[in-house]
């Protein structure tokens, strides 16, 4: 069976708050990763900066220590305090070269860690109002940023991450047609794009589609793994829990497009702990990634290549069902 690299973003394994309740406690990063190395089969761990990676060197002895891998650089560029109007996009050029500044130190700390992979989901670039942002001038911006970013350390990679909506209305960064443009844009070799599944989905995209496309430019670097309710919500749901047959979709497309990144995940349960979480999030792609391999990669790609054959499809994968 194909065997993934699994790790886990700590921030999920901290306090989960929403606009109504707090779900986790406030902890450590010690008690995080500590939770995290208790997740069969994961063997590696997405740490933010600002925040976890204060203290690099604390950081990289906890790892040891708990014999995990540091997969990412999670470089926050959330922070109201400094980025409400925006973060690389903000009409402000001391917001834009905070931003700027943060990126390229948490490429500096993934260096000085071994890592090469660094990844930002700029959520606070977006708007809810018509007339609120110059569309021009804001692209202009994150275009200028990225390209200054990526020139800092040409052996760490910048992953953009997309997402539809939250906390603005509309993000600008939203869909894999955009992760496109902006890396066509900045002409880097060191841009690519960390491809979160219920983002996709939220987006009303095919996360299949969406891997295909970032993978025939050699952009797909990252995966975040989770589901949703396919309302435009991201619930941060169980991979598959939901969107089934898209992700067995979405593993077929790894495999044959000869993904070897880390799957990562983004879990935010409320009614059960992080670590049941993760290890039935695993269990969950496994199972799928079975489902593909028995049938096999051949010979779903024989029955794709047949004009009309969905039917046949569905029968052949299902067969084991009854």
């Not at 560029?77 to 903000?90: C, D, N, Q």
């Not at 891997?211 to 797909?220: V, Y």
């Not at 993760?278 to 790609?301: A, F, K, W």
Request: hydrophobic share 40%; with cysteine.
């Amino acid at each position: 069976m194909k065997r993934w690299k699994y790790c886990a973003n700590a921030g999920f394994f901290g306090a989960r708050r929403d606009r109504f309740n707090q779900y986790q406690p406030d902890r450590t990063l010690e008690e995080k990763i500590d939770l995290v190395s208790q997740v069969k089969g994961i063997s590696g761990i997405e740490l933010k900066y600002p925040g976890d990676l204060d203290d690099s060197m604390m950081a990289k002895n906890l790892l040891d220590q708990y014999e995990l891998q540091l997969s990412v650089v999670n470089v926050n560029t959330k922070a109201v305090s400094h980025f409400r109007y925006g973060s690389l996009t903000a009409r402000s050029e001391e917001t834009r070269r905070t931003a700027v500044q943060l990126l390229k130190e948490g490429m500096d700390i993934a260096a000085e860690m071994g890592v090469g992979l660094v990844s930002n989901c700029p959520v606070m670039d977006g708007y809810d109002y018509p007339f609120q942002v110059d569309y021009a001038q804001a692209w202009d911006n994150f275009i200028v940023g990225c390209r200054e970013v990526t020139a800092h350390r040409p052996d760490v990679t910048l992953m953009l991450e997309f997402q539809p909506h939250d906390p603005n209305a509309k993000i600008l960064l939203n869909n894999v047609g955009k992760v496109l443009y902006v890396c066509a844009e900045v002409g880097a070799q060191n841009i690519g794009a960390n491809l979160d599944v219920g983002h996709s989905l939220a987006a009303g995209e095919a996360p299949a589609e969406s891997a295909a496309l970032l993978s025939r430019n050699g952009l797909l670097k990252y995966v975040h793994s989770n589901d949703n309710t396919g309302d435009g919500g991201d619930w941060d749901m169980i991979s598959g829990s939901v969107h089934f047959w898209h992700w067995v979709e979405f593993i077929f497309t790894l495999i044959r497009e000869g993904y070897q990144g880390w799957i990562g995940a983004d879990l935010a349960p409320r009614h059960f702990g992080p670590v049941a979480a993760y290890q039935t999030n695993i269990m969950m792609i496994d199972r799928m990634t079975n489902l593909v391999e028995r049938v096999g990669i051949d010979q779903i790609q024989t029955l794709l290549g047949q004009d009309g054959n969905t039917p046949g499809i569905y029968e052949k994968l299902t067969e084991d069902f009854t």
